[in-house]
C-alpha cells in the first residue's frame, strides 16, 4: 500500500513580512548578502522565485527557516 505523497510549490513570497519583523529593509538584505536591490525587491514582489543557495542565505541572515520565505501551495497528491 502507497501512502500519501504530497507535492508543493512556492507560493506568495514572504520576504517582505520577514523583513518587517525584524525591522529590516531590503537595501539591509542587499548589503549584508551581497545579493542585488534589484533580485531582492523581484523575490519580495513574486516577479523572481529564489533559487535554493539564495533562499538558505536569506534564511539564515534574518533568522528564519527557508519554509518562512514563500507561502506553501498544494498542487497534487498521490
Known sequence: MRGMIM????????????LREIRR??????EITG????SVS?????RRTMSL???MTIAAVI?????DL??????SSD
Open 42 to 46: 523581484e523575490y519580495a514582489t513574486n
Open 35 to 38: 545579493i542585488p536591490k534589484s
Open 63 to 67: 533568522g528564519c527557516y527557508i519554509d
Open 7 to 18: 507535492v508543493y510549490k512556492p507560493g506568495r513570497c514572504l520576504l517582505t513580512k520577514r
Open 25 to 30: 529593509s531590503q537595501q539591509w538584505l542587499s
Open 70 to 75: 514563500y507561502e506553501r501551495i498544494e498542487v
Open 53 to 55: 543557495a539564495t533562499a
